[in-house]
């Protein structure tokens, strides 16, 4: 049988496959993040909007919007216990739920990448679904989010992944539709 060397640490040459899936999958990410690219607009600053995810992974969030139904969403926090990022391409359908009235709410759907470091290090691919409402006159975002994390590394497995928060927008309150 042929086999490939272990690592100089005395780890099987098998461990390279979780990090070469995971590459694969980092790239086609980005390849599909693309495909929206000639859709969206040059973000301003004004487009930003900045706060707080509590749940699965917690911490900071920042939202980019392109145009008023395609944003990139990522984050900076912690995942049991250890640092983590996360980024998502957000597609928003705001004529799918009944409006209330004091403001927009709107379903969305999105796909990213979520990393996290220390002693228990893992790659996975995340799917998300979730409600924004933003307030009439405002540029306050509530959102709430939930769906799977695919592991890529450690052996893979499905994780939860889910979040409520808030944002402010630095600039204008609302895109125009």
């Not at 495909?35 to 040059?42: G, M, N, T, V």
């Not at 392109?66 to 912690?78: C, K, Q, R, W």
């Not at 709410?105 to 290090?121: E, I, K, P, S």
């Not at 924004?132 to 592991?151: Q, T």
């Amino acid at each position: 049988m042929n086999q490939s060397p272990p690592y100089p640490d005395g780890r099987p040459a098998s461990v390279r496959r979780p990090v070469l899936r995971a590459a694969s999958a980092a790239l086609a990410v980005l390849v599909a993040s693309c495909a929206w690219a000639p859709r969206a607009r040059a973000a301003a600053l004004s487009d930003l909007a900045l706060g707080v995810a509590v749940g699965e992974p917690i911490g900071g969030t920042a939202k980019l919007w392109f145009d008023d139904y395609l944003a990139a969403d990522m984050g900076v926090g912690f995942s049991a216990g250890n640092g983590a990022f996360w980024g998502d391409a957000l597609w928003h359908d705001w004529s799918i739920l009944p409006q209330p009235g004091r403001g927009d709410l709107g379903g969305y759907l999105g796909a990213g990448a979520q990393v996290r470091g220390g002693a228990d290090a893992r790659f996975g691919l995340r799917a998300v679904a979730g409600l924004s409402f933003r307030p009439k006159d405002s540029a306050l975002e509530i959102f709430a989010e939930v769906g799977p994390l695919f592991r890529l590394t450690q052996g893979g497995a499905v994780d939860a992944v889910g979040s409520v928060g808030l944002r402010a927008r630095l600039g204008k309150a609302a895109l125009r539709r």
